[in-house]
C-alpha cells in the first residue's frame, strides 16, 4: 500500500482505487493490501458471515456446490477488494482476531492485539485479502477463510461475548440492526407485523416486538412454510399471535391473510425475507400513519417508493440501518432472553467452527 499518511481518512477513504471519490462501500474497488496504515486495525479472519439475500444468490448461481461457492467468493473479493456481491449489494461481517492496531490508534483504543472480536460493519467496506477459502457452510453462509482484514478508524466492532457460541454470536450480530430498531419503533398495545419471521433477524425481531408491545399487543408472523424448526420456535416459545403461511411475494394473498386477523391492519411492519418482490406486502398490511422497516437487503427502494404511492398508503417507509444505538448489546440479549431462540440458534449454527 502506497498510501501517505497525510491522507489518511477516518472512514477509510484513503483506501478507495476506483472510482476517484467515492467512499469504500459504494467504490468498486477498494485496496485491500493486508497492512495497518497509522488509523487502522489489522485482524485474522476467521469465519465470514455473508448476508443472506447475497449468500442466496451465490448459493443459487453456484448450484449449492460449496467449492464453487468458495471460489465465487474468492473471485468477488480479488476483483473487488471486499466481498461486495455486485448483484445484490450486500456483504456480511467476520469473526477473527486484532493482530495490530495502528499508531495512531493505539491510545485511542480499547482493544489489544489478541483480542477475539466482530466486526460490526459491512463487509461491503472492509478490506479483505483471502489465502484461502477452507469451509463453506452452504446452509448457513458462514464461510470459514485464512484472510486479513482491515477495519478503519472509525468502524464498528464489538469483543465477542464468553457466554455465547462464536458462530451463534456471528449470526445475531449480522442482523443485530434489526431487534435494536423494534425495541425504538414498536411500542405497548402496537400490532407487530414481522414478514420473513423465520429467518435470523425475524425470529429475534418477533421476540422484541413481543416484548414491547405487551400484553395489549399482538405480534403476526409472516412464514413461506409453516412446517419448519424455527416455525415450531415462534408458535412454541409463543414469540407470535398468528402465523400466517404464505408467499410474501403474493401481495394480495399476504395482505388479504394480515387483513383476517388484524382488520385494522399493522402499526408496525419489519420486513426480513431475503427475496425480492415483498415490498407491497408489507405496505399494504400496515395502516395508513403506520411504519414499514424494510430490513430486508432484498428491498427495492423504486418499488417501495412507487409501490406505496400506486395504492394510496401514507406509511413511514425506514430504510433498514444496519447501525442502531446498543444494537450488539440488545440482540445478544434478546438471545439469551429467550431460551427457545437461544436453542435454536445454537442447534442452527453452533460448533460449527470445530
Ligand atoms: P434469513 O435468516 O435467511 O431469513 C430470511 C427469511 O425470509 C427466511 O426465514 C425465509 O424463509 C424468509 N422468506 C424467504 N422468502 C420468503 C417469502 N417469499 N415469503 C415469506 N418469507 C420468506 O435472513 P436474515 O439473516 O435474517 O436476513 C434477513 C434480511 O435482512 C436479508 O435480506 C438480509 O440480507 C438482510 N440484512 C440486512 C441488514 C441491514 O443492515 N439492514 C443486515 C443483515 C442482513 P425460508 O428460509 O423458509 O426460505
New binding site residues.
Given amino acids: 500500500m502506497t498510501i501517505s499518511t497525510s491522507r489518511l481518512h477516518p472512514h477509510g477513504a484513503h483506501r478507495v482505487l476506483e472510482p476517484a471519490g467515492a467512499m469504500p462501500q459504494d467504490a468498486w474497488r477498494i485496496d485491500n493490501t493486508p497492512v495497518a496504515a497509522p488509523n487502522e486495525l489489522l485482524c485474522a479472519v476467521d469465519v465470514l458471515n455473508i448476508?443472506?439475500?447475497?449468500?442466496?444468490q451465490i448459493r443459487e448461481a453456484c448450484e449449492g456446490d460449496p467449492e464453487r461457492i468458495g471460489a465465487h467468493v474468492m473471485q468477488t473479493v480479488a476483483q473487488r477488494g471486499k466481498q461486495h456481491n455486485p448483484v445484490?449489494g450486500?456483504g456480511?461481517m467476520f469473526v477473527g482476531r486484532v493482530l495490530e492496531i495502528g499508531e495512531a490508534l493505539r491510545d485511542k483504543i480499547v482493544l489489544r492485539a489478541g483480542d477475539r472480536i466482530a466486526s460490526l460493519v459491512?463487509l461491503t467496506l472492509t478490506p479483505l485479502h483471502i489465502e484461502s477459502v477452507t469451509r463453506v457452510d452452504a446452509v448457513t453462509?458462514q464461510v470459514w477463510v485464512r484472510a486479513k482484514a482491515v477495519l478503519f478508524e472509525s468502524a464498528l466492532w464489538a469483543r465477542l461475548p464468553a457466554d455465547l457460541d462464536e458462530s451463534v454470536a456471528l449470526?445475531v450480530l449480522?442482523?443485530?440492526?434489526?431487534p435494536a430498531q423494534v425495541r425504538r419503533l414498536c411500542s405497548p398495545g402496537d400490532t407487530v407485523l414481522v414478514?420473513?419471521?423465520?429467518?435470523?433477524?425475524?425470529?429475534?425481531s418477533c421476540a422484541q416486538a413481543k416484548l414491547r408491545v405487551g400484553e395489549t399487543g399482538r405480534v403476526i408472523g409472516?412464514?413461506?412454510?409453516g412446517r419448519?424448526q424455527?416455525a415450531r420456535v415462534l408458535r412454541d416459545a409463543g414469540l407470535v399471535d398468528e402465523l400466517i403461511v404464505?408467499?410474501?411475494?403474493?401481495a394480495v394473498r399476504?395482505s388479504e391473510a394480515v387483513a383476517a386477523v388484524a382488520p385494522s391492519l399493522a402499526d408496525v411492519t419489519v420486513?426480513?425475507?431475503?427475496?425480492c418482490?415483498?415490498e407491497l406486502?408489507s405496505i399494504l398490511s400496515t395502516r395508513d400513519g403506520g411504519t414499514v422497516y424494510?430490513?430486508?437487503?432484498?428491498?427495492s427502494f423504486t418499488a417501495a417508493a412507487l409501490g406505496a404511492e400506486g395504492v394510496g398508503r401514507d406509511v413511514t417507509m425506514i430504510?433498514?440501518?444496519?447501525?442502531t444505538k446498543g444494537h450488539a448489546d440488545t440482540a445478544l440479549q434478546t438471545l439469551r432472553d429467550h431460551p427457545h431462540v437461544h436453542a435454536h440458534f445454537n442447534a442452527t449454527f453452533s460448533r460449527k467452527t470445530q
Avoid at 414478514?195 to 429475534?204: P, R
Avoid at 420486513?271 to 427475496?275: E, G, M, S
Avoid at 424494510?294 to 428491498?299: I, P, Y
Fill in positions: 448476508d443472506s439475500a447475497s449468500f442466496k445484490t450486500s456480511g459491512s453462509g449470526a449480522d442482523v443485530a440492526g434489526a414478514v420473513g419471521a423465520d429467518g435470523k433477524s425475524g425470529l429475534l409472516i412464514v413461506p412454510d419448519t424455527s404464505c408467499d410474501a411475494r403474493d399476504a420486513n426480513c425475507v431475503n427475496v418482490g415483498t406486502a424494510f430490513f430486508s437487503m432484498a428491498t430504510i433498514g440501518n444496519g447501525y
